[in-house]
């Protein structure tokens, strides 16, 4: 086929330059397409199937936990936004605004929401009266506005996709445990469905969402030892109900303001796909969101017979599995870097002996191992292959967690190790954000979080040398 050709040609190396690596991948893996809005990106059918399939996934796993799924407008009157003083200060930079409805300027200009803390204030105003009204489990799918200077596909862009959770309770207990409960939600689903582990803590008051009086986090570490923020779950307090009036009349015959929650996961999550799991060769996707999980390629398929018996087992995986069938003209060698570049997880060889022999080859995409599976055993043989794939994939992903995770007790060392070994950095921290700025100043990095359940790995701050009892996981992040 004269027009064939192997797109992994084009892949830069990630060991030569990791963010030229990401674009390539991004660009020749019909992920996305460049728009004329700056900042803004074109999502691509299949980058789009993966984000469907995370959506499918987590907003079943939200009605489980009780959540309902609401819509809010697109604009937020500027008044609106001002009812929180400490919220709208943490967005004023990057709000986009919309001034004229058509040719006529408006009395009062609109953002373009950048998240929508306030738009569920002013309707849960408006319906929580009463005790019996609690808890509101309410959860959006949209798009949000925020005006970043500098993009990158998926990870950061001007507009993106994502979820919002808002919920409102009787009792700060609740909306704690309702926090904790979700931030537990996306751990699951980055461990077991993307095959990433995650490290769970809390933001340091600096690092915490504007309005928050807690942030809870997931953070994972890509192959170039970046940190990548996974997903955040937020506790408001009362704060925001006593800014917009919210009271409800509790069982003991008194008003009182109920307590927030908000949480959400975006489109970064495919950027987090492509760094933790990726190759040389382009994409490794995992089996719970890979548009295609399995793909059949023929060989010799213009042999009787050959397209019959692809089309066979294609119809009778179909039903259990994500499959498709390449009947194009292009060669097999083509085929074989087409859905490598793709990542999809196992690639299904048929030719005349296999068919002659009852059988075929299955080749999976992370370590490219080969199975030689009898037609009749298929459909309880590749759950088995998945279930190992995702398991090679998570277990890769730890081992080079691990290898890149360090502790440093002492500010030199640390200093060296944030400048000549990438990953996250374990260290102490006396809780004062002076020190906690002096880090980004001295070695170039973040606090991540302060981690859930891990032991203490010293007594003094790193920065200052005074007693500290908050272990934290600095790094530098996407």
Known sequence: MANDKKMVEDITSMDVDFAQWYTDIVKKADLIDYSSVKGCMIIRPYGYAIWENIQKILDARFKETGHENVYMPLFIPESLLNREKDHVEGFAPEVAWVTHGGSEPLTERMCVRPTSETLFCEHYANIIKSYRDLPKLYNQWCNVVRWEKTTRPFLRSREFLWQEGHTMHATAEEAEEETLRMLGVY???????????????????????????????????????????????????????????????????TLKNPFQ??????????????????????????????????????????????????????????????????????????????????????????????????????????????????????????????????????????????????????????????????????????????????????????SRCMPFGEEPCGDRCICCGKPATKLVYWGKAY
């Not at 007790?409 to 200093?415: A, C, G, Q, Y």
Request: glycine share 8%; aromatic share 8%.
């Open 187 to 253: 751990a699951d689903f980055y461990e077991h469905e993307l095959c990433i582990p995650v490290v769970k803590g809390r933001k340091t008051d600096k690092e915490k969402f504007a309005g928050a009086i807690a942030t809870y986090t997931v953070e994972a570490l890509m192959h170039d030892g970046k940190a990548l923020q996974g997903g955040t779950s937020h506790n408001f307090g009362d704060g925001f109900a006593r800014a917009f009036d919210i009271k409800f009349l509790d069982r003991d015959n």
């Open 261 to 446: 929650t908000s949480w959400g996961v975006t489109t970064r999550m495919i950027g987090a796909i492509i760094m933790a799991h990726g190759d040389d060769n382009g994409l490794v996707l995992p089996p719970a969101v890979a548009p295609i999980q399995v793909m059949i390629v023929p060989v010799q398929m213009h042999k009787e017979g050959v397209l019959d018996a692809a089309r066979s087992v294609r119809d009778k995986l179909k039903d259990k599995f994500r499959v498709r069938i390449d009947e194009s003209d292009r060669s097999p060698g083509w085929k074989f870097a087409e859905y490598e570049m793709k990542g999809v997880p196992l690639r299904l060889e048929m030719g005349p002996r296999d068919i002659e022999q009852g059988q075929c080859v299955i080749v999976r995409r992370d370590n490219r191992e080969k199975y030689f599976v009898p037609l009749d055993e298929l459909e309880a043989k590749i759950p088995e292959i998945l279930a190992e794939y995702s398991a090679a994939l998570y277990k890769d992903a730890f081992e080079r967690r691990a290898n890149m995770t360090y502790t440093c007790t002492e500010l030199d060392d640390f200093i060296e190790t944030a400048k000549n070994k990438p990953g996250f950095i374990r260290a102490m921290w006396c809780g004062d954000e002076a020190c906690e700025i002096k880090m980004k100043e001295l070695a170039d990095v973040t």
